[in-house]
Structure formats: structure tokens, C-alpha cells
């Protein structure tokens, strides 16, 4: 088989605070391969924006990446130099966030921006460029292209700029996107439109995704797997049909709980009780134990290790330690990693 296009072993970031030392990723690892689309899903505060970052090396001080391996096209991001990153970034890897007025430049035209993506990646130059340009943003939905790249990201809606950003994110043809919360801004109406579009980059371009987002409602319609984290650790992982379905671990059920089941009216809507821990003073045992519904006496204990159940499925949780064949992955033991 084949290996696959991203594989994140074992990651460790931290952040030295005032207050001492935040794991706010610990032992991730996750897997996407080509074509592929993985949800990673989890409350604020997870460490799902700082697992995307480590993954593009966009870690800045106070915070540093401590251990682990990014294997892109099997090769680890991680022992790449800052010039190969650069030509990485933007490049095979795109990256769009909820706020794309912190990505684009404000004193820049949107054709501006998006020639110089391709010139830098060295897609396209001068007229060829421009064109490029032209059809970039049809392909993104925006009527009258043309006219569209003069305006400056200020002059454009909220939709419009988040479709400016995936045209210039998909411009250098990545063989992956990462979304962080694409569509968080958006009201309910341009998030779908946004979602349909990411959807239909992935067919057409055959892009593989990495889909950040805090609502598991969106994530049943443009996925293939999904990870969920809580407290700096992947706790679930599975198809998302299954997840969705039969989900394991009691976040992940506590998160479906959180959004209206489609054709279910008859499903209460109830938010999980308490919040996610305070990441420099982490319960010992389960993090999620504090606010867990069927918490055992063991589970304070120790940091439950990742079950492997099979079938792609994952979940790090004590109820399956009986029903389940063998531990699995990085840091199987759930052993905390060291700052
Ligand atoms: N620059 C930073 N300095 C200190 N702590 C940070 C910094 N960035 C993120 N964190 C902390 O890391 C944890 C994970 O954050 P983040 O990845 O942004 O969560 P999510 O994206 O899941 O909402 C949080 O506890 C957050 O406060
Ligand atoms: S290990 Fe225990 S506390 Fe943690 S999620 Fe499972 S049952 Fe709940
Ligand atoms: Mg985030």
C-alpha cells in the first residue's frame, strides 16, 4: 500500500506561559490520505489550530514543537529547512483560515495576491497569470471575475473573501488544503455555499483535506474520517458515517448531542456540561473525567491509552479497554509527553 500523503506521529507542542508549561499538542497522530478529507473536530481550546500549525510549521515563541514527526509524501516536515517549508507552504500544502483579512493583504489587489501566489510557486507569470487569475475566481463562484480583481479584500463581502482565499489557496494546484474553521464567520447560508465549494474542489482537483472545525454538523456531509480531540490529545477516531452513527467515546457522543440530528426532531439539543481543562493544570487520569458521564473510579487514575477497535476505528477511553484487541499508535500508553 501506498503511503499516505499525511501522517503526523507522536506530536508534541508546547508553550512556556507565565503560569508554567502548556501541552496544547500532545501525541497526536493522525493519517490523510490523497483524495482524502479528515474532519478534525473538538471544542475551543483543543489544540486543533496549533496541530495545523505545527503541521506547517508555523509554530512561533513561546511556543515550540517538541517531539514527533510530520511525514508529508513521506518526508518529515519537521527536519525540512526554512526555505523548503516556504516553497511548501502555499505550495503542495495550502492553508485557509476563518479570518481571511488575516491572511490577505489589505493593501494589495485581489489580482495582485493571487499573481504573485503564482509567481512565486512559479505556476504562471504576466498575462498567463492574470487569465489563471480570471478563472481561478470563476471556478470559485464569483460573477464578474474580471471586474473582481481590482477590488481590494476590504471592498469584498465575508463569502467573497473566503472564496478570494480558496482561489488563491488552490491556485499552485496543493496536493493538500487545510481548512481551520473555514466557515465559522459565515452566517448558515454562505457556510453551505462555502462547504458545497470546498466539496467540489476535492472532486474536481482531487485534493486531499484537513478540515478543522468545532461543529460536528458539518462535518457528516464533506468528510471521509474524522479525528476528535479534547484536551490536546486525538480521543475518537473513525469514519465518520460510524462516528456519527455509533459514536465511542462519551465527548464524541456529548458533541452529537450539541447539534440538531438530521430527521430527528424528536432529539433533545444538550450542551456537555462544564468545559474543556485548564491546559497548564490537566486533571490526572482522563481529561475529560471531570465532565464525563460514565466515569469510573480508575479513570482519575491514568490517561486512558488510544484502543485500536478495528476497521479504522480509535478511541481513547477505559469502557473499551475489556472489548478491545490491541493498543494502537503513538504513545500508546497515553503517557503525557515532557515540555
Ligand atoms: N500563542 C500561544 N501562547 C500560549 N498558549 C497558546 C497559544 N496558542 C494557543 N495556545 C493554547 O493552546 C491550546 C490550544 O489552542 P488552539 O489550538 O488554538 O485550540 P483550538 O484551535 O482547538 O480552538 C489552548 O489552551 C490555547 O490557549
Ligand atoms: S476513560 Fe472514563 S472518564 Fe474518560 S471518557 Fe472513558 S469513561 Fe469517561
Ligand atoms: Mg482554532
Redesign the pocket.
Known amino acids: 500500500m501506498a503511503a499516505p500523503l499525511l501522517e503526523v506521529r507522536d506530536l508534541n507542542t508546547c508553550?512556556s506561559?507565565y503560569r508554567g508549561q502548556?501541552r496544547?499538542v500532545d501525541g497526536v497522530g493522525l493519517t490523510i490520505e490523497r483524495g482524502e478529507t479528515l474532519a478534525l473536530v473538538?471544542e475551543?481550546?483543543?489544540?486543533?489550530?496549533?496541530?495545523a500549525l505545527s503541521i506547517m510549521r508555523l509554530i512561533r515563541r513561546?511556543?515550540r514543537i517538541v517531539r514527533g514527526e510530520v511525514l508529508f509524501a513521506g518526508e518529515d516536515l519537521l527536519r525540512k529547512s526554512g526555505g523548503e517549508m516556504r516553497r511548501i507552504r502555499g505550495g503542495r500544502i495550502a492553508m485557509v483560515f476563518q479570518d481571511p483579512l488575516s491572511t490577505l493583504n489589505p493593501t494589495f489587489s485581489v489580482e495582485n495576491q493571487i499573481v504573485e501566489s503564482l509567481r512565486i510557486h512559479r505556476v504562471a507569470r504576466g498575462k498567463e497569470a492574470r487569465e489563471r487569475s480570471v478563472q481561478l475566481l470563476e471556478a470559485m463562484g464569483i460573477p464578474a471575475a474580471r471586474e473582481r480583481l481590482r477590488s481590494y479584500p476590504h471592498e469584498l463581502s465575508g463569502g467573497m473573501r473566503q472564496r478570494v482565499m480558496l482561489a488563491i489557496a488552490v491556485s499552485c494546484e496543493p496536493e493538500l488544503l487545510i481548512a481551520d474553521e473555514p466557515t465559522t464567520a459565515l452566517d448558515v447560508t454562505l457556510q453551505a455555499q462555502i462547504l458545497d465549494l470546498l466539496g467540489q474542489i476535492k472532486e474536481e482537483r482531487g485534493l486531499a483535506t484537513l478540515l478543522i472545525t468545532h461543529d460536528l454538523g458539518i462535518v457528516s456531509q464533506f468528510s471521509d474520517r474524522a479525528a476528535v480531540?479534547y484536551a490536546g490529545q486525538v480521543v475518537e477516531e473513525a469514519p465518520v458515517a460510524e462516528l456519527m452513527e455509533d459514536p465511542l467515546h462519551p465527548y464524541t457522543a456529548g458533541l452529537l448531542r450539541c447539534v440538531p440530528r438530521l430527521g430527528r426532531p424528536d432529539v433533545p439539543i444538550r450542551p456537555i456540561e462544564g468545559s474543556v481543562p485548564d491546559?497548564i493544570a490537566l486533571p490526572p487520569g482522563c481529561r475529560f473525567a471531570p465532565r464525563c458521564p460514565e466515569v469510573m473510579e480508575h479513570c482519575r487514575e491514568a490517561v486512558p491509552p488510544l484502543y485500536d477497535r478495528g476497521g479504522r476505528r480509535m478511541v481513547r477511553c477505559y469502557i473499551y479497554r475489556q472489548r478491545s484487541f490491541r493498543q494502537s499508535g503513538a504513545n500508546p500508553t497515553g503517557r503525557p509527553g515532557a515540555c
Not at 475551543?44 to 496541530?51: A, E, L, Y
Open positions: 508553550f506561559t502548556l496544547a473538538g475551543s481550546g483543543c489544540g486543533k489550530s496549533v496541530t513561546p511556543g480531540m491546559m
